[in-house]
T-cell receptor, first 114, second 114 residues
Framework: AQSVTQPDIHITVSEGASLELRCNYS??????LFWYVQSPGQGLQLLLK??????LVQGIKGFEAEFKRSQSSFNLRKPSVHWSDAAEYFC????????????FGKGTRLSVIA | DSGVTQTPKHLITATGQRVTLRCSPR?????VYWYQQSLDQGLQFLIQ???????AKGNILERFSAQQFPDLHSELNLSSLELGDSALYFC?????????????FGPGTRLTVL
C-alpha cells in the first residue's frame, strides 16, 4: 500500500536560514508527488508538484523540491526562510492515472524564530 | 482565498447527534473531496464526488455519508456522533476527476463532539 513518511514532526529554524523538509514515499508505480502548506486556521494550499521530467521542481513562495527515485524521496527546500513561512507542511503521493486518492503524510510543523 | 467555501466554521454537538457539513466548490470545479484531519490520524481521505456521482471512497465510516447536488455543492452527513469524530473536516475541489489535479481546499469545519 502506498504511504508517505515525514520523519520530522516539528522543525524550528531562524529567519533567513535555509530549510529542508523531508518526505519519503512508498508507492508501487511511478507516483505523482505534491507538497501542500497549511497556514494556521486555513485550508491546504498546493506549493508544488512533480509529475515527470526535471527532478527539481519550482513552486510558489520560493520553494523547490527534488525528486530522488533511488531514495524514494521528495524533499522540500527553501534557501532563506521568512517568518510568514511558519505553517504545517504536507507531502502527498498520488497515482499518475485514474483517481486513486492522494495519500498525505502526517505533516511537519515549521516554526520560525527571529 | 481558495474559492471553496465551507459552513459552518465551528460546530459543537453531543454524542449520538447528527450534523451536516456543507461545501461549495470553486466555480467550474466538478470534483469535491472530503477529508478528516485529526491529531493522531493526520489528513485522511473520506470520499470524492465528481459531477454528482461518487467516484472514490476512503476511510469513511458507515455512520458518515455524503452527496453532491446538481448545483455541485456537497454535504457530508455525520450521524451517531462519537467523541472520536471530533476533528477538522476539509472539503477540496478540483476541475477533473483525477486525484492528481490540483485540489483547492476550503478553510474547514471544526467539529467538537462533547
Amino acid at each position: 500500500a502506498q504511504s508517505v513518511t515525514q520523519p520530522d514532526i516539528h522543525i524550528t529554524v531562524s529567519e533567513g536560514a535555509s530549510l529542508e523538509l523531508r518526505c519519503n514515499y512508498s508507492y508501487g508505480a511511478t507516483p505523482y508527488l505534491f507538497w501542500y502548506v497549511q497556514s494556521p486556521g486555513q485550508g491546504l494550499q498546493l506549493l508544488l508538484k512533480y509529475f515527470s521530467g526535471d527532478t527539481l521542481v519550482q513552486g510558489i513562495k520560493g520553494f523547490e523540491a527534488e525528486f530522488k527515485r533511488s531514495q524514494s524521496s521528495f524533499n522540500l527546500r527553501k534557501p532563506s526562510v521568512h517568518w510568514s513561512d511558519a505553517a504545517e507542511y504536507f507531502c502527498a503521493v498520488g497515482p499518475n492515472s485514474g483517481n486513486t486518492p492522494l495519500v498525505f503524510g502526517k505533516g511537519t510543523r515549521l516554526s520560525v524564530i527571529a | 482565498d481558495s474559492g471553496v467555501t465551507q459552513t459552518p466554521k465551528h460546530l459543537i454537538t453531543a454524542t449520538g447527534q447528527r450534523v451536516t457539513l456543507r461545501c461549495s466548490p470553486r466555480s467550474g470545479d466538478l470534483s469535491v473531496y472530503w477529508y478528516q484531519q485529526s491529531l493522531d490520524q493526520g489528513l485522511q481521505f473520506l470520499i470524492q464526488y465528481y459531477n454528482g456521482e461518487e467516484r472514490a471512497k476512503g476511510n469513511i465510516l458507515e455512520r458518515f455519508s455524503a452527496q453532491q447536488f446538481p448545483d455541485l455543492h456537497s454535504e457530508l452527513n455525520l450521524s451517531s456522533l462519537e467523541l472520536g469524530d471530533s476533528a477538522l473536516y476539509f472539503c477540496a475541489s478540483s476541475v477533473g476527476v483525477q486525484s492528481y489535479n490540483e485540489q483547492f481546499f476550503g478553510p474547514g469545519t471544526r467539529l467538537t463532539v462533547l
